[in-house]
């Protein structure tokens, strides 16, 4: 069986970790047969991973890390760096990741937050750079919106698989983004659905497919708040706007206090520390 379709297969059923030693001394396929003559449940028997891959790749593509369109910094993630990633726009993704920073923050953003995430968000593409974020509402979306406005291609991470958008309203978006020239990516195959883990799961994936996460407004726990905390692990640039009073704000207040995040007050600003 081939290394795509044996990747692609372990891939649903097993995370990084739970094969990454098996795969430092075997094949990808002798990793699937060995996982599937070791379940009793007979799942995996029944699974037919190359008929799989074949339907799902008629909308988006399994990329592996053999592949020239591999994005060389997810090795950054160790035991935790991907099987492979599924991709809409793969052409594009080494120039994009080339140079990709992510913009991101609260998903119930006022008009005022909002503004300033375009903001950000067109001075980062003015200057060449890729804007990537999640296409969720509020700061997400904006971005990718901005820096569309401006002519410049996006990187969309997702939590689910790229047969639908998630939020399901943002189709357009996803549309738009892999139609001009952006991409999508996601860590799930088509069909699966998004869930707390792998909400979790994908901030790590965007701010490893990074240089520099700029936090624009965040509540602390939230998805936003774990990508920076994720660009903190791998050591990327963290920036946040600092917080003007408002409580939406604790999560950049916390990390700026901490010293984990350096002060951004305004997108010339940002330039500088990029």
């Known amino acids: 069986m081939p290394d795509r379709a044996s990747l692609a297969a372990l891939s649903v059923y097993f995370t990084p970790d739970e094969v990454a030693a098996d795969l430092t001394r075997y094949a990808p396929a002798e990793v699937w047969q060995q996982r599937v ?16 891959l074949t339907r799902a790749q008629l909308s988006c593509r399994f990329v592996i890390p053999s592949d020239p369109q ?3 910094a997810l090795s950054d993630l160790g035991r935790d760096c991907p099987l ?3 991709v809409r726009g793969y052409e594009h993704l080494p120039d994009l990741t080339a140079s990709s920073v ?3 923050g609260n998903r119930a953003a006022i008009a005022k937050v909002i503004d300033r995430a375009r903001a950000f968000a067109g001075a980062v593409t003015e200057t060449g750079h890729t804007v990537a974020a999640t296409i969720a509402y509020g700061v997400d979306a904006a971005a990718h919106q901005a820096a569309e406005l401006m002519g410049g291609r996006t990187l969309a991470v997702l939590p689910r698989g790229l047969d639908h958008a998630y939020p399901h309203t943002h189709a357009p978006l996803l549309h738009s983004i892999t139609q001009n020239g952006g991409a999508a990516v996601s860590l799930y195959r088509p069909g699966t659905e998004a869930s707390g883990a792998r909400l979790k799961a ?3 994936l965007l701010a490893a497919l990074s240089h520099a996460v700029i936090l624009i407004e965040a509540l602390d726990h939230t998805e936003a708040l774990r990508t920076a905390e994720a ?12 917080p003007d009073g408002s409580l939406r704000s604790d999560g950049n207040a916390r990390l700026l ?6 002060p951004c007050t305004d997108p010339a600003r940002a330039l500088e520390l990029l």
């Open 70 to 72: 591999w994005p060389a």
């Open 102 to 104: 992510v913009v991101t």
């Open 257 to 262: 206090a901490e010293g984990l995040a350096l």
């Open 84 to 86: 492979g990633l599924w």
């Open 231 to 242: 660009a903190i692990a791998l050591k990327r640039t963290l920036l946040a706007v600092p």
């Open 37 to 52: 003559s070791l379940d009793h449940t007979g799942r995996l028997a029944q699974y037919r991973p190359e008929d799989e």
């Open 202 to 204: 994908t901030a790590r």
